[in-house]
């Protein structure tokens, strides 16, 4: 029996293995500005919140103006200059597949901003599988449960029929602030002992486990 009506996805490092390519970028666009370059640990643990908010932590001496020319320069890193791949996880579409002829509604809420959503679901053409999405530059940055609540509203579910999926802890407590459940996916940003924290319903270790885990 169906335990969720709805499940909602955190992009990167959850659908899309980008985490690499964004401690690159990061990195990069440090060294450009002749700032402190973060380490990549540290660039990992701010994955999934919004980049005002992610380089507050990072860069938290940095003028607003300073911060200002971090995103722009990031943005041309990520977009242009850097080559890392960023792939779909294997079985990503699968999965999506899957879940969209069982009848369950699917939605993506991701720390980032709507142009950049928009770019990457018309680069993999995953966009038709998602009935709605939130970004960072549309509600409070995670760990906030506003993009959560937002969905539920818009799509007229209960917390209870919705289930969170993240690769980061800002996403585990994203969905235990809203009230709705949480799975972990160890593969991302933060490994099973970090994401444990959270409490999540469970943590797997690739995208067609998730199956195994959605009926009660």
């Not at 001496?61 to 041309?76: C, H």
């Not at 998602?130 to 409070?140: H, I, N, P, Q, T």
Request: with cysteine.
């Amino acid at each position: 029996m169906k335990q969720y009506e709805l499940v909602i996805f955190d992009w990167d490092g959850t659908l899309m293995d980008s985490v690499g390519k964004i401690v690159a970028c990061m990195q990069e666009s440090a060294l450009t500005l002749n700032m402190l370059m973060p380490t990549e640990q540290a660039v990992r643990d701010i994955i999934g919140l919004s980049m005002d908010e992610a380089l507050s932590i990072l860069h938290p001496d940095a003028s607003a103006l300073l911060q200002g020319e971090m995103k722009e320069v990031y943005r041309q890193q990520y977009l242009q200059l850097n080559q890392t791949p960023s792939p779909l996880f294997d079985g990503v579409e699968d999965l999506l597949t899957t879940l969209n002829g069982r009848g369950y509604k699917l939605a993506v809420a991701t720390g980032k901003a709507r142009a950049g959503l928009n770019r990457v679901l018309i680069a993999t053409e995953l966009g038709g599988y998602f009935v709605a999405s939130r970004c960072a530059d549309e509600a409070a940055s995670k760990p906030s449960p506003e993009m959560i609540l937002q969905l539920l509203n818009e799509l007229d579910v209960s917390p209870d029929k919705a289930v969170m999926i993240g690769d980061s802890i800002h996403d585990l407590n994203m969905a235990n602030n809203a009230g709705i459940h949480a799975i972990g996916v160890d593969y991302g940003a933060h490994d099973k002992d970090k994401l444990s924290q959270a409490k999540p319903k469970v943590v797997i270790s690739s995208p067609m486990e998730l199956l195994e885990h959605l009926t009660s």
